[in-house]
């Protein structure tokens, strides 16, 4: 069963309707409302070679973002976040577009990029995006850290 499989048992589809029909009302587009009903890479992963721990951004909502690194290259991304909407689909996004990037190509990716993949969000949540950000940008410089010092990988699980 895929990982988006795996959460599309939590809501019937009638349910599912109503909740994309409030949704986008509310003004949320048919990317963020498919990525919050599915997101995609949601769970830890305890096997890994980066996470941010736990980042709390300043609307006091957390994620958590753990990657597996194959060389140089991005192979597993995977995350947790709070029920926000907006922080659900940009962990969602941000883990997709991590997988296949190298490391440094990662660091480059932006809350824009979120956003733009995402076909935006409504003004008052485009700071979930940021979360997903900052969270990303914390497990790579755990990443790049465990690189330079893998003794350390003994404490880091
Ligand atoms: Fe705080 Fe979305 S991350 S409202």
Redesign the pocket.
Known sequence: MSEKAERTDRFDAADECEIEESLRRDGYSPAVIDHWLHPRNFGRMTSHDGSSGVYT?P???SMAIWLKVNGETISRARFIS?I?I??VASGSMITELAVDRSVTEAMWLTSSDILEALGGLPDE?A??AL?AEKTLQEALRDHNALKATPWKRIYSR
């Open positions: 951004g609307c006091g909502d709070d926000c907006g922080a949540y700071h979930c979360l």
